[in-house]
């Protein structure tokens, strides 16, 4: 029976090496549980990036998506099918836009929005032609297309894939001054950020800095664009994370909420189809979305009957079974539960993080190895995680897990990271 070093040994022959995986070969998952193929059972931590949220092969969604490949699969947007319809009419009214572009990667789902905003620039705003700027934050994660990586300052990202895009113009993350400053400037079209950076290392910026960008934004006839591909479907115990300490979630009542901020253009992805299939969406109204006419946007996949049908059931899901409440509850527990059993060793530099999208910093430097072998202890304990910018470990279980579930994975990190101070 082939065993991991042979999965592994295939990837590394015949695969891009654009990846560094951890070393597990995963064959099987349940809820937040996953089986390598030796049967060893392990706590996925990572949910996949956050794509995860309702749990690994979850019975619902997994039932539409075979339900909808036995019916249709494809028509391309050349034709209407039945399943788009329903689920543009469900995710713009949950989230309280007139329109909804659905795609199929969160990358997509960037570049569709940084076209709706270049395109709202010349035909609303007045820009003059080619004049549109996009204002980005230091140290984003938007995905790894060129536009993408060409306002990235990530060297991996951008590093030898030049020339790049023009027309962006990046300020430092939870700066409302250098915002203010860059919004001066009357080509500037849109802000992009991320309420919480992810890949950075699970980045929260301080309560006011998303309203007030958002403020700021309105000021100056500037759209306020929010990547949410992460953040978003219940990750930080709201729908959105921009619906700021709302408890239930974006488009409703939240638009009274002081802490509530409403986006021009949303982007959404990942858990918008609980993972088991590629679904992206951008949604704004129809000043914006309208600017955009047949021929100048769109994919043969995006749409499709699957992707609709799934995410249908995806967001049911998420509210049917209160996951955001027990992101909110699990994500306490995490925190203060890890705060009062690691928090004073000299190996945890700090603990951060909103809902169940959290991260552990480890008081070594970047270079350093100590958050890999970290991860390497926890995967020999039964629990998946991985590091970020070197000295940081995100920890994002999925969304169904239970507070045993979450006390256990405390007793493993607790003897993990415990033993590993003791050792060096």
Same mark, same amino acid.
């Given at each position: 029976?082939?065993?991991?070093q042979?999965?592994?040994?295939?990837?590394?022959? !015949?695969?891009?090496?654009?990846? !560094?995986?951890?070393?597990?070969?995963?064959?099987k998952?349940?809820?937040?549980?996953?089986?390598?193929?030796?049967?060893?059972?392990?706590?996925?931590?990572?949910?996949?990036?956050?794509?995860?949220?309702?749990?690994?092969?979850?019975?619902?969604?997994?039932?539409?998506?075979?339900?909808?490949?036995?019916?249709?699969?494809?028509?391309?947007?050349? $034709?209407? &099918?039945?399943?788009?319809?329903?689920?543009?009419?469900?995710?713009?009214?949950? $989230?309280?836009?007139?329109?909804?572009?659905?795609? &199929?990667?969160?990358?997509?789902?960037?570049?569709? %929005?940084?076209?709706?905003?270049?395109?709202?620039a010349?035909?609303?705003? /007045?820009?003059?032609? &080619?004049?549109?700027?996009i204002?980005?934050?230091?140290?984003?994660?938007?995905?790894?297309?060129?536009?993408?990586?060409? $306002?990235s300052?990530?060297?991996?990202?951008?590093?030898?894939f030049?020339?790049?895009?023009?027309?962006?113009e990046?300020?430092?993350?939870?700066?409302?001054?250098?915002?203010?400053?860059?919004?001066?400037?009357?080509?500037?079209?849109?802000?992009?950020?991320?309420?919480?950076?992810?890949?950075?290392?699970?980045?929260?910026?301080?309560?006011?800095?998303?309203?007030?960008?958002?403020?700021?934004?309105?000021?100056?006839?500037?759209?306020?664009?929010?990547?949410?591909?992460?953040?978003?479907?219940?990750?930080?115990?709201?729908?959105?994370?921009?619906?700021?300490?709302?408890?239930?979630?974006?488009?409703?009542?939240?638009?009274?909420?002081a802490?509530?901020?409403?986006?021009?253009i949303?982007i959404?992805?990942?858990?918008?189809? /609980?993972?088991?299939?590629?679904?992206? %969406?951008?949604?704004?109204?129809?000043?914006?979305?309208?600017?955009?006419?047949?021929?100048q946007?769109?994919?043969?996949?995006?749409?499709?009957?699957?992707?609709?049908?799934?995410?249908?059931?995806?967001?049911?899901?998420?509210?049917?079974?209160?996951?955001?409440?027990? %992101?909110?509850?699990? /994500?306490?527990? $995490?925190?203060?539960?890890?705060?009062?059993?690691?928090?004073?060793?000299?190996?945890?530099?700090?603990?951060?993080?909103?809902?169940?999208?959290?991260?552990?910093?480890?008081?070594?430097?970047?270079?350093?190895?100590?958050?890999?072998?970290?991860?390497?202890?926890?995967?020999?304990?039964?629990?998946?995680?991985?590091?970020?910018?070197?000295?940081?470990?995100?920890?994002?279980?999925?969304?169904?897990?239970?507070?045993?579930?979450?006390?256990?994975?405390?007793?493993?990190?607790?003897?993990?990271?415990?033993?590993?101070?003791?050792? !060096?």
């Amino acid at each position: 029976m082939a065993n991991s070093q042979h999965f592994m040994a295939l990837e590394d022959a !015949h695969g891009a090496h654009n990846y !560094h995986p951890l070393p597990v070969v995963l064959k099987k998952g349940e809820g937040i549980r996953v089986w390598d193929v030796e049967g060893k059972e392990y706590f996925d931590f990572l949910s996949a990036y956050s794509a995860v949220n309702q749990g690994h092969s979850h019975p619902r969604i997994v039932g539409a998506l075979v339900e909808q490949a036995q019916t249709l699969a494809l028509t391309s947007r050349a $034709f209407y &099918n039945a399943e788009l319809g329903p689920f543009e009419k469900a995710i713009t009214e949950r $989230f309280g836009y007139d329109k909804v572009l659905a795609m &199929n990667s969160g990358a997509e789902a960037v570049e569709t %929005a940084i076209k709706l905003c270049r395109r709202w620039a010349y035909d609303v705003k /007045g820009v003059p032609a &080619n004049q549109a700027k996009i204002v980005v934050c230091s140290d984003n994660f938007h995905g790894r297309t060129s536009t993408i990586v060409s $306002f990235s300052n990530d060297p991996d990202s951008y590093g030898g894939f030049g020339p790049y895009m023009p027309g962006f113009e990046r300020i430092p993350y939870n700066d409302i001054v250098a915002l203010e400053k860059a919004l001066q400037d009357p080509h500037v079209a849109g802000f992009l950020v991320e309420p919480i950076q992810g890949e950075a290392g699970v980045v929260v910026p301080d309560s006011d800095f998303i309203p007030r960008a958002a403020a700021l934004c309105a000021a100056k006839n500037v759209l306020f664009i929010a990547d949410e591909i992460q953040t978003g479907i219940g990750r930080t115990g709201s729908w959105l994370a921009t619906c700021g300490n709302c408890q239930c979630g974006g488009g409703r009542c939240e638009r009274q909420a002081a802490t509530y901020v409403r986006a021009d253009i949303l982007i959404l992805g990942k858990a918008l189809s /609980g993972g088991v299939y590629p679904v992206s %969406a951008v949604l704004a109204d129809d000043g914006i979305m309208m600017t955009i006419k047949p021929g100048q946007h769109g994919s043969t996949f995006g749409g499709n009957p699957i992707a609709a049908k799934v995410a249908q059931a995806a967001l049911e899901v998420m509210e049917e079974e209160a996951l955001m409440q027990n %992101a909110r509850a699990r /994500g306490e527990q $995490f925190r203060e539960g890890l705060k009062a059993r690691i928090g004073h060793l000299s190996l945890i530099k700090g603990i951060r993080g909103k809902g169940l999208l959290n991260a552990v910093l480890i008081n070594d430097s970047p270079e350093s190895s100590t958050a890999w072998d970290l991860c390497m202890a926890l995967r020999d304990a039964g629990l998946l995680a991985k590091p970020t910018h070197g000295n940081i470990i995100r920890f994002a279980p999925p969304l169904v897990i239970s507070a045993e579930e979450m006390d256990e994975a405390l007793n493993r990190m607790e003897k993990v990271f415990t033993s590993f101070e003791q050792s !060096h």
